[in-house]
């Protein structure tokens, strides 16, 4: 362990990095400097491209094979890591750091039992077969995995992403590392297995004095982990400081909007727009000899322009410093308004209804085993409306979707209604009417597209497929649809690759909007994009909805995004709806446990809520689902004899809020608030 | 970020071309440079010049016959002559018309139903899917070359049959790679979205789905015209290619290898270089076809 309390566990001095693209050298970090000391939890953050994990790399030297430190130096302790030889490098690597990745299922061989490659890792560092067995059982528990000896017998395929992340984190405390690398190590978890990742990463942090580098997009994460945060842009840090005040008080433009491009606090879209940060960060290797953020900040003049802003201390403790500067004018930036105004349409229950189903439901085959993966779904969509859809990845969302739009046929015996006439199971039955009313925006708009059409080819043929209009009136509509969504003529004849992900993505919801459909659903439509982007796409939908008073079924794993955005809320569990009501009311409780359980879970940039909810387990097969309620075995609040025996109906609370729990909803109320 | 210069240009009027553009237009420059295709594309067209005018600069009629059979290769006859006397060097520069006019036709042939079989078995699925899979792996089974020559055999020794027998033996290894690609990409989101506008099946596959797997369909096309080469000469060879006195090169191989025991190595020799050489050319190019797509 580190005996000298003075010396960082870590220190990274002026780093420089470039990676060679086509046999030229192009900057990606720009002087990095920050430190870390023993036991402290430093975090990174910033949007894609902005060279956090390029950082995280270079800190274990373990760049790609194009990229170069090309100035600077890593100091581990009082080793200079870029001044190694290539053997004493693995050695400091085996003994002294670990990396924990985003992907756990990645960073493990697949045809390898978890204990051969578990007691590898303990074997490298001299131990022999016995004892690192005993060593592979102990680190097992040491991430509290409760069956370690089985765990160990077992096929990484065969846990749960969870429990992957946990082994792969006894991995990396192996050697008991000095220095800890987690590069968004929940990224691809759901919130109630993020929560529990995420505690044992803080129970963690105190057994051990690692030095923890944290990289994450997601602030709330960052803020729930990090002591101190360092913000990057376009390869340098323009903001560090404790996390809960660089957080709660920005100091550097650029900070300021991050944070504020966020849906925070509970706000409404009907209260304001999000704010957006314009512009799109500089390639790699673009000259940037003063301020990195220059062009695309609100503050920006010509002293910015010409010349380098300094580091200037923020508070009186030497704890924070910001890069710019007019440090002094960041309160200005509070009066800047989101420069497109944004319309929005409030629910009114007078609106008629678009969207109905009832009794539907979904069940897969395979091999001759009935899996149901949608049961018994009641919905109404009405004009106007956005609903969205949250639960955990297996909750059925996503069939749910691809039931509405006819990918996937219902079981016979359900019935979809679209304004109260009876639709077809499947797209290809359904009347070219029914078709026209419901289109889809999906996740990842790179596979969205045709990246082998030009825009205005896909635009075009949406219009002419779902209209019936060709030659230039459809092309007119075409230019009509993309300036709606302020995409420049340009880009028309632009193809997907040439776009920027933001752009990609209103591509695609040009295209939903090709035949003005009553009803778009949005998968996850914003997961893939950087929050300030993620603000603008938003802030789009909202106005468009206003404008064609188009009803939205919004799904998402983000409880801030749907918390904006949505009218109404469905929550989902094991195929069945939950819990449905109005936002306000599902949000403010009294909820269902599972909803409860599921807004705990999620770390807020506004620091931690008071009450915790951890769920145990993880979701159960849908082919062999509990008994009673099929949330019993995970929920903190079933009652013996009760929950296990019959499963609740989905009974009215409150007007239009209903839920499926045996908990009358006094009881709940009262539990809910004790905990606060 | 690698894609966002075009945004950041904003006002631009000409688009500039994407990184994915420009990383290609790299690639084919540095393929352009590797000498395995510069080698390969010489050979190859040393043979198509000779395919072409090979008549008119041959020392001597291909057909005629020289006063001296199974003279050797010397400054009167270059490659000498075979049993009946004929020049063996106008005789190979002449033959490689045969085997450049049918060999890429063939393999064009065999690519345009593998992509087509390959697309359905690979897009509609299921049953189709099934049944033609194992069709096509009994096939894969069976040696080409036997399967090629009782072909020809039966239904008659002339270019069109040959063509058509190749293209069909190339159909199911075409369609196999095809299948694969497919696969990639029926599921993708923009399959979905087609489908949800109410696109037709074909449209889909051949509209939708066809222009993003040009580059697999390309390599293969590339590396079937070898195998053609290969096989074309080879059922020649077997006897299953054009009678004499044609020139073609498995045709004077077929001819000529009798007389190697006596001595006479030349008449079978130099054809048979030729058909390496020109094998070994498409697939020079085939692989840097291959490395210039596949980055």
């Not at chain 2, 071309?17 to 590797?34: D, T």
Request: with cysteine.
């Amino acid at each position: 362990m580190n005996t000298s309390v003075d010396l960082a566990a870590l220190s990274v001095e002026n780093l420089e990095v470039a990676y060679n693209v086509r046999g030229v050298d192009r900057a990606v970090l720009r002087g990095v400097s920050f430190s870390i000391a023993p036991g402290e939890a430093y975090g990174l953050v910033g949007e894609s491209g902005c060279g956090k994990s390029t950082t995280a790399y270079a800190a274990l030297r373990y760049l790609p094979r194009n990229g170069k430190i090309t100035g600077g130096r890593v100091m581990l302790g009082n080793r200079d890591i870029t001044a190694m030889s290539d053997d004493s490098l693995q050695e400091f690597r085996a003994s002294e750091a670990s990396m924990v990745y985003q992907d756990p299922a990645q960073a493990m061989n697949p045809s390898l039992r978890v204990g051969r490659q578990l007691i590898e890792c303990f074997t490298l560092l001299g131990q022999s077969n016995e004892a690192a067995r005993t060593s592979a059982v102990e680190a097992l528990h040491r991430v509290r995995i409760a069956d370690p000896e089985s765990v160990l017998d077992r096929y990484p395929f065969q846990l749960s992403g969870g429990m992957q992340q946990r082994v792969v984190i006894a991995m990396a405390l192996a050697c008991n590392p000095k220095l800890l690398v987690l590069d968004e190590p929940t990224t691809g978890l759901d919130a109630t297995v993020e929560a529990e990742v995420l505690d044992l990463v803080r129970t963690l942090r105190q057994e051990s004095d690692a030095a923890v580098l944290l990289i994450a997009h997601n602030l709330g994460i960052i803020r729930s982990l990090c002591d101190r945060v360092g913000v990057m842009y376009a390869g340098r840090i323009v903001e560090e400081g404790p996390s809960h005040q660089v957080f709660d008080d920005p100091q550097h433009p650029y900070t300021v909007g991050l944070l504020r491009s966020l849906p925070r606090r509970g706000v409404r879209k009907t209260e304001q727009a999000l704010a957006t940060i314009p512009g799109t960060l500089p390639l790699i290797g673009t000259v940037l000899p003063t301020c990195v953020f220059v062009d695309r900040c609100p503050l920006a003049d010509t002293t910015c322009q010409t010349v380098e802003p300094p580091v200037v201390p923020v508070g009186a403790d030497g704890t924070r410093f910001t890069r710019c500067h007019y440090p002094h004018r960041i309160s200005e930036l509070a009066a800047v308004v989101p420069d497109i105004p944004i319309g929005v349409l409030a629910a009114s229950p007078d609106n008629p209804q678009v969207l109905e189903l009832s009794h539907v439901s979904k069940t897969f085959r395979q091999r001759g085993r009935a899996i149901p993966a949608l049961v018994d779904i009641d919905l109404r969509l009405a004009e106007g409306e956005t609903l969205g859809i949250v639960g955990e990845s297996g909750s059925g969302k996503s069939t749910l979707a691809k039931t509405m739009l006819g990918v996937e046929v219902a079981d016979a015996g359900g019935t979809l209604q679209r304004d109260g006439n009876a639709m077809a199971g499947a797209t290809s039955a359904r009347t070219s009417d029914d078709k026209r009313a419901m289109q889809m925006v999906f996740q990842n708009p790179d596979s969205a597209l045709n990246r082998s059409w030009t825009v205005r080819r896909i635009l075009l043929r949406a219009v002419a497929k779902l209209t019936g209009v060709t030659g230039s009136v459809a092309n007119d509509r075409v230019e009509l649809l993309a300036a709606q969504l302020r995409l420049t003529p340009r880009h028309l004849d632009l193809k997907p690759s040439q776009l920027s992900g933001g752009l990609k993505q209103r591509v695609a919801i040009a295209r939903a909007f090709a035949g003005d459909p009553r009803i778009v659903v949005c998968d996850e439509p914003t997961s893939a994009l950087d929050v300030s982007v993620q603000a603008a796409i938003l802030n789009l939908l909202a106005d468009l909805q206003a404008d064609k008073r188009t009803s939205y079924v919004f799904i998402t794993h983000d409880v801030a995004v749907v918390r904006y955005l949505a009218d109404r809320i469905a929550v989902m569990y094991l195929g069945r709806i939950q819990e449905i009501g109005p936002t306000d009311d599902v949000f403010k409780g009294p909820h269902h446990p599972y909803t409860e359980a599921l807004l705990s879970a999620v770390p807020s940039v506004d620091g931690e809520a008071t009450k915790r909810i951890r769920l145990d387990g993880e979701i159960p097969s849908p082919s062999n689902p509990p008994s009673g309620c099929v949330f019993h075995p995970r929920c903190p609040r079933a009652i013996p004899g009760v929950c296990e025996v019959s499963e609740p109906p989905l009974a009215e609370v409150s007007p239009g809020h209903s839920m499926r729990c045996h908990i009358p909803i006094d009881e709940l109320r009262r539990l809910q608030s004790e905990t606060y | 970020m690698s894609d966002t210069s075009v945004v950041a240009a904003a006002g631009a009027t000409a688009a500039p071309p994407s990184e994915r553009q420009q990383a290609r237009r790299e690639n084919w420059r540095l393929v352009r440079r590797r000498p395995a295709f510069i080698i390969g594309l010489v050979i190859l067209l040393v043979w198509i010049v000779c395919a072409l005018f090979g008549t008119s600069f041959v020392p001597y009629d291909p057909f005629e016959t020289r006063e001296i059979a199974y003279a050797r290769p010397g400054g009167t006859y270059y490659f000498g002559t075979d049993q009946t006397g004929r020049d063996v060097f106008s005789r190979v520069v002449v033959g490689a018309r045969d085997v450049l006019k049918i060999a890429p036709l063939a393999a064009f042939l065999g690519v345009l139903f593998g992509v087509i079989l390959g697309m359905f078995m690979g897009y509609v699925g299921r049953w189709f899917d099934l049944v033609s899979g194992r069709v096509v792996e009994a096939l894969l089974s069976l040696p080409t070359i036997l399967i090629g020559l009782l072909a020809v055999t039966t239904l008659g020794k002339s270019n069109p049959v040959v063509i058509g027998v190749v293209a069909v033996l190339f159909t199911p290894i075409v369609a196999k790679t095809v299948r694969a690609a497919v696969m990639a990409e029926r599921d993708l989101d923009y399959v979905t979205s087609a489908k949800l506008r109410g696109e037709s099946t074909p449209f889909i596959m051949f509209r939708e789905i066809l222009p993003n797997i040009w580059g697999p369909i390309i390599v293969e096309l590339t590396i079937r015209v070898g195998y053609a080469i290969f096989v074309i000469s080879t059922l020649s060879f077997l006897g299953a290619g054009p009678p004499p006195p044609s020139p073609e090169w498995g045709a004077q191989v077929s001819q000529g290898y009798n007389d190697l025991a006596a001595g006479f190595w030349w008449t079978t020799l130099f054809p048979a270089l030729a058909i390496a050489s020109l094998v070994i050319a498409v697939n020079l190019i085939a692989d840097s076809v291959q490395a210039a797509l596949e980055a």
